[in-house]
């Protein structure tokens, strides 16, 4: 069970790696002694052959004996031979290798380096187009989908299809924010108004397929073919009401809210606004007077 332990070898991967290479270069020095000796029996035979036992005594080339043209030929392969073991082999062999390799690893670690500097260097200017061509991308694709909404302390902003309250400075505000744009609103908000807003193009949703509105509204089956009819229009409004407010505010790039400082009784709310999605950009208060019942205050949300 606990029997004696294998001894490991002393010697490492790398000294084994040397006595294998010098073994081989006695090999190869070995062939090529070998190969000396034979060339100069054979050169020797090759002499005796013509001239002692007139073997081609009649062969000759260019006027010489045949044998000096063998000799030579042989002779040339003798250098080949001597050129191999002694250049290519030794200049050329597992240490020439191992030093081009390390030789082309520093390079490479030179020019990473010089690569990671110049990134340091242009990384903030990368960052920065990289963020302008994104909010330009953002900008062709959506435009400024913004909700506008008047809600209570708690958020309340419709009773019986009807607004709470009448707040004369809010609707103006309405007006002037919405004039000339696109203002996409559910089937019962639309069915809350007298009649179509001037100056503005309506985009009613619903699920009917066969609504009819009067001419020059738009009506579309889902908010996204809302947001899609009103893809031209820098600054297309949401105008509520509150099922359409809900999915809108997934969608929105920004809120106009006019946040009446009472608390009321209602049928219809306004999501809550989640801080950590919406920025407070601008807060105008306004103070209670003849033509305004309650205070309130102008409140814009961005995306964060
Ligand atoms: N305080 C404010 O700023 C403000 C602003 C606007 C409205 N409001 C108030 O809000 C109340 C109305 O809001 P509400 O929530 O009852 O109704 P709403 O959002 O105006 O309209 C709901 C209708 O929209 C259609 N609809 C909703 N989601 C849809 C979808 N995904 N696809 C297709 N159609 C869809 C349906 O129409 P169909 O039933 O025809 O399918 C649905 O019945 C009223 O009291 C109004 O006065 C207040």
Redesign the pocket.
Same mark, same amino acid.
């Given at each position: 069970m606990f029997g004696k332990k294998k001894e490991q070898p002393q010697i490492d991967k790398e000294q084994l790696e040397l006595i294998k290479n010098a073994q081989k270069r006695i090999k190869q020095k070995k062939r090529l002694y070998v190969h000396f000796v034979i060339f100069l029996i054979g050169a020797v035979f090759l002499i005796l052959a013509n001239t002692v036992l007139g073997i081609g005594e009649d062969f000759k080339i260019l006027g010489k004996e045949w044998f000096l043209f063998a000799i030579l030929i042989w002779l040339f392969l003798l250098i080949y031979h001597i050129f191999n073991v002694f250049i290519t082999h030794r200049f050329m062999g597992k240490a020439w290798e191992q030093k081009q390799l390390d030789k082309l690893i520093v390079q490479q670690k030179i020019r990473i380096e010089k690569l990671k500097n110049e990134l340091k260097n242009e990384a903030p200017i990368i960052a920065k187009s990289e963020h302008y061509n994104d909010s330009l991308k953002k900008k062709e694709i959506a435009p400024e989908l913004t909700i506008?909404?008047?809600?209570a302390e708690n958020d309340a &902003? +419709?009773?019986? $299809?009807?607004? &709470?309250w009448h707040l004369s400075d809010d609707l103006k505000r309405f007006k002037s924010l919405t004039n000339r744009h696109h203002i996409i609103?559910? *089937?019962? %908000?639309?069915e809350?108004f007298p009649k179509p807003l001037p100056n503005r193009t309506h985009i009613v949703? %619903? *699920? #009917?397929s066969d609504?009819k509105t009067p001419e020059g509204v738009i009506v579309v $089956?889902?908010?996204e073919d809302a947001i899609n009819a009103a893809k031209n229009d820098p600054q297309p409004f949401i &105008?509520? +009401? +509150?099922? &359409?407010?809900k #999915?809108a505010l997934l969608l929105a790039d920004r809120i106009e809210l006019t946040r009446v400082h009472e608390d009321f009784e209602a049928? %219809?709310f306004f999501p809550e606004i989640d801080t950590s999605v919406w920025k407070e950009t601008a807060n105008i208060f306004h103070t209670k007077d003849e033509n305004h019942e309650y205070e309130f205050s102008f409140l814009t949300y961005e995306r964060r």
């Open positions: 506008i909404v008047a809600a &902003i +419709g009773k019986d $299809n009807k607004l &709470i609103m559910g *089937r019962k %908000t639309f809350s949703i %619903t *699920r #009917q609504y $089956n889902s908010l &105008i509520g +009401g +509150g099922e &359409i407010y #999915q049928d %219809t």
